[in-house]
């Protein structure tokens, strides 16, 4: 009997979703990827496995995957067109599918020439909207690129990545639809910290119709010190981290920071569940998933609801 999303359960059942990021190792110790897994599972619907992040190489996403599906979880499968062409892309959909993941984030990935292997080629045969669209076709015409029918289709629910914060602002929500036309089911935004900005992009995806055509889950990364803050204001692109917020992790003693980084993680979680259209939240506690639980509990979001 073939396993369903949880994540897409708990979206179509109408309660407000929790994600959680998990970052493969750096080595091929699978007790890593387990142990994370064992902190998240049961505070969280899924859990996203990312794919080489920033450029670095780590264990492959879908072993990780694979591994934390064995261990009761709903992985989200995410895969970049960075690393591979078309083939690839297809084949590793299909290989996704028959281990059992339900989930996959298509994303393009960060650029090589940020990682530790900047001399790699980028491969990028098709981009992250194309890549949407090529999953959609498989699952649900059965066929490849190009027209050849596939024995069985993978059964996937399919994601993408949006930022309400990137310029131009006004192309923001009309980029969003296409990606839902070209198959989006859910998206999972960029870390959220100034929420004025993020309404006015709310208010744009309900004027297009949006929020009925595709679950939204808005990105949270808590701050673990001052400096954080200021270094993901000055130098991480397409992010939006206001004075407001950078003072105030600074107005507490360097031994405190973490936890107002983790109240304000909490405050926005609160605001993003009042907001009309916003489905659910995605927490990306880089290389600090035990923070997780915390902000799940005092966010009342615990426990998670059987679906």
Known sequence: MMTESRLKKVLQSGNFAVTAECGPPKGADPEVIKSKGKILKDYVDSVNVTDNQTGVVRLCSLAACALLKAEGLDPVLQMVTRDRNRIALQSDVLGASALGIRNILCLSGDHQSFGNQPQA????????????????????????????????PPHLFIGAAANPF???????????????????????????????????????VRDSGLDSKVYILGGITPLKSARMA??????????????????????VPAKEQRQEGVKIAVETVQALQAIKGVHGVHIM???????????????????????
């Not at 990028?124 to 066929?143: C, K, L, P």
């Not at 923001?172 to 036309?181: C, H, M, N, P, S």
Request: contains cysteine; glycine residues 6%; proline residues 3%.
């Open 285 to 307: 506690a880089i290389e600090w998933e035990d923070v997780v639980q915390q902000i799940v509990q005092e966010a009342k979001l615990f426990p998670r609801p059987q679906v």
């Open 121 to 152: 080629k980028g491969v990028f045969d098709i981009d992250s909207i194309q890549f949407v669209q090529t999953v959609r076709t498989m699952r649900d015409a059965g066929e490849v690129i190009g027209g050849d029918k596939l024995t069985e």
């Open 230 to 251: 200021e270094y993901m204001a000055k130098n991480v692109a397409g992010m939006d981290v206001p004075e407001e917020i950078i003072n105030r992790m600074k107005s």
């Open 166 to 204: 990137a310029d131009p602002f006004k192309y923001r929500a009309a980029r969003l639809a296409t990606k839902v036309d070209a198959g989006a089911e859910f998206i999972q935004t960029q870390c959220i910290y100034n929420l004025d900005r993020f309404k006015q992009w709310m208010d744009l």
